[in-house]
């Protein structure tokens, strides 16, 4: 090949290489931008009284003084609201049948969209249910419930050929020529006296236990049974994937069982990961009877087969290229076979096997289809180190983080309500895999550095 072509080839594999690597960046950035941003909404947004409020009786967190005097604020500017509303309904009792039924069904659906707006009314009973006792206490979504009060969707189905067109219809139209006509004006005007937002850095996010389903609160749970999971799978994974990987290159020599090994490892690598939750459930629940249902110990053993092939392959090509020079030497020196695995090898070989450990760690945080079956609940406490035995709480079911993610963005009653929860759960765990990576990374320049100097 001529010297001119070769050059043109050259730079034309560079091209197609830097622009691959500019496509797959500007995906990334395209993904994870809305993700970081409204992810961060969940540590710093704007927080009403009601947050506020929340924060001193459940968590006994804040200014006592400062706070009552919020809420008493916050009050008067809603007690106008009230008023016009307990005198409607005084005038609606001595009025005659037609016009109660003509109000009552309106009036019942404006109480109750200024129930989710600024929580019960001060005559009404204590609310059972956390998130039916206080109003909006993210300044976001209450101006969404604002909007639920000034008016009410309706379906326009007069064109056959298309599904019905949301229409919103003022529910002053409802009130016209009443005492409760100007009420929504006001609400409009002094909704941010009746809510007070207000800045708000919550980095306690990640440490709060949730409220009420997630309604309130935070993932600390989750957030610890990720880092147990994870943590668990790759002490479980990492001894037995080296040691076979030893075994395969030093011991084992070329055959055809070893490449049948090698076949299998590389097969058990491709299998979609639910298939190894469905064997976790059927092998270490059904049929070891390790725990009686899920538990941290199988999710950990589960997670630890399904990164195990990875492992194995990486480790193994880690030890194929060390220098047969370093065992050469060491073998004349009179070293043993096993001594100048560990003494020689295993640490030239270190650098190449923390590079999978790393891939493996990022997989198996952010793995969902496993722990499904094995480990992971929708609701439940965090795990607890300190109060009960280690080995009693590895037998205990925990939440997690890839799971929540997806039963709070799909199963949960009011999905919509805590949009800020599932964005704020999918950023903590991006940020996770990033620290783990980052700390398997920094782990692995410094042996690496050791090593060369």
């Known amino acids: 090949m001529k010297l001119h072509m070769r050059k043109i080839l050259d730079k034309s594999f560079s091209g197609l290489g830097f ?43 804040g200014n006592r003084a400062d706070i009552e005097r919020e809420v008493a604020a916050a009050l008067r500017a809603r007690q106008p609201v009230y008023d016009m509303i307990a005198v409607f309904e005084e005038r609606l009792q001595s009025q005659g049948f037609l016009e109660r039924n003509q109000h009552s069904e309106p009036l019942g659906e404006l109480k109750d969209a200024l129930r989710e707006l600024l929580g019960p009314f001060p005559d009404e009973p204590v609310p059972i249910m956390p998130r039916d006792q206080y109003g909006q206490t993210r300044w976001d979504r209450a101006q969404e419930k604002i909007a639920h009060v000034l008016y009410r969707v309706e379906y326009d189905h007069s064109d056959p050929a298309r599904m019905g067109t949301e229409v919103l219809i003022p529910r002053e139209e409802d009130f016209r020529d009443t005492s409760l006509e100007p009420l929504f004006r006001y609400v409009e005007e002094n909704a941010e006296k009746m809510l007070l937002p207000r800045l708000t850095v919550y980095p306690r996010f990640l440490t709060d236990k949730p409220i009420d389903s997630h309604f309130f609160g935070g993932i600390w749970p989750e957030v610890l049974g990720t880092l147990c999971l994870t943590l668990g799978a790759m002490l479980c994974a990492l001894p037995m994937g080296v040691i076979s990987a030893i075994y395969l ?53 589960t997670l630890a087969l399904l990164i195990l092939p990875t492992i194995i392959r990486v480790s193994e090509e880690a030890i194929q290229s060390v220098s047969p020079a370093y065992k050469e030497a060491a073998l004349s020196l009179g070293a043993s076979r096993w001594r100048t695995v560990v003494t020689v090898i295993l640490p030239a070989s270190l650098p190449g096997i923390l590079t999978g450990s790393v891939i493996s760690m990022g997989r198996a945080a952010g793995e969902t289809a496993p722990i499904i079956f094995t480990a ?8 607890d180190f300190a109060k009960l035995q280690f080995w009693q709480t590895c037998l205990e079911a925990t939440p997690a983080l890839p799971w929540n993610i997806y039963n709070l963005a799909t199963e949960h009653e009011a999905v919509d309500e805590i949009r800020h929860v599932q964005f704020g759960m999918v950023f903590t765990l991006i940020v996770l895999v990033l620290v783990l990576n980052a700390a398997a990374i920094l782990m692995r320049a410094r042996i690496a550095k050791k090593l060369k100097g």
Do not use: D, W
């Open 376 to 383: 992971a609940v929708s609701v439940g406490k965090a795990l």
């Open 249 to 301: 290159v030093e011991y084992a020599g070329e055959s055809q069982l070893t490449s049948f090994l090698r076949t299998c490892v590389s097969t058990l690598a491709g299998v979609p990961s639910i298939v190894f939750g469905l064997f976790g459930l059927a092998f270490f629940i059904n049929t070891l009877h390790i725990t009686h249902g899920k538990s941290l110990l199988v999710g950990c053993l």
């Open 19 to 61: 622009l691959s690597i500019s496509l797959m960046a500007a995906s990334l950035l395209v993904i994870l931008t809305p993700i970081f941003v409204k992810g961060f909404g969940a540590f710093v947004f704007q927080g009403t009284v009601e947050f506020r409020r929340l924060q001193l009786e459940k968590f006994e967190r």
